[in-house]
Nanobody, 122 residues
Framework: QVQVVESGGGLVQPGGSLRLSCSAS???????????MGWYRQAPGKQRELVAD???????LYADFVKGRFTISRDNSKSTADLQMNSLESEDTAVYYC?????????????WGQGTQVTVSS
């Protein structure tokens, strides 16, 4: 089992910045099976969507709408993944969720955090 906790959300003005942090915890074995950590978001009335993810191999994937503004980083030794968000827009207002994907011989399982609210408003 893996537990995922997010932090760092809040209220920010348009053009401002926020840094979200995600921490995964569990047994050493469980943490060693985490292949990908990523950030998703869900705005009111919309489906949850990928923001960015970071594979253990080092490859990163970004949604088109955040390229150049957001940066995901990951520390495998600490099982953490941060999302630095710059040049925030009102459209970025959403609940942001962290997901840790565990992959082992038994298959693949996703672990989600509870989410952290990001509100971009003047």
């Amino acid at each position: 089992q893996v537990q995922v906790v997010e932090s760092g959300g809040g209220l920010v003005q348009p053009g401002g910045s926020l840094r979200l942090s995600c921490s995964a915890s569990g047994s050493s074995y469980s943490l060693s099976t985490i292949s990908t950590m990523g950030w998703y978001r869900q705005a009111p009335g919309k489906q949850r969507e990928l923001v960015a993810d970071f594979a253990r191999s080092g490859s990163q994937l970004y949604a088109d709408f955040v390229k150049g503004r957001f940066t995901i980083s990951r520390d495998n030794s600490k099982s953490t993944a941060d999302l630095q968000m710059n040049s925030l827009e009102s459209e970025d207002t959403a609940v942001y969720y962290c997901k840790a994907t565990s992959t082992n011989t038994f298959g693949r399982r996703d672990y989600w955090g509870q989410g952290t609210q990001v509100t971009v408003s003047s």
